[in-house]
């Protein structure tokens, strides 16, 4: 049986990108300053939302 895909809610637009969307999206930044992608980078990561643009603190993502 096929797991489902781990998604995560924006706080600031209620949009809840799935975990691989969020780290496509973030994936220069991950590469260039080498943070944690998701779910590792829950504690302490910094990412921009797919769907609003604006930065999220990973603290802040709350995982379904």
């Known amino acids: 049986m096929k797991t489902p895909e781990k998604r ?3 706080p ?3 949009s809840c ?3 691989e969307e969020w780290n496509e999206y973030n994936r220069i930044a991950i590469i260039t300053f080498d943070s944690d ?3 590792e980078g829950l504690e302490g990561g910094q990412f921009d939302c797919p769907s ?3 930065y999220v603190s990973g603290e802040d ?3 379904f």
Request: charged share 30%.
């Open 61 to 63: 993502l709350l995982e």
């Open 17 to 19: 990108p799935t975990e």
């Open 37 to 39: 992608p998701l779910p």
């Open 8 to 10: 995560y809610e924006c």
């Open 52 to 54: 609003c643009e604006q």
């Open 12 to 14: 600031l637009c209620r």
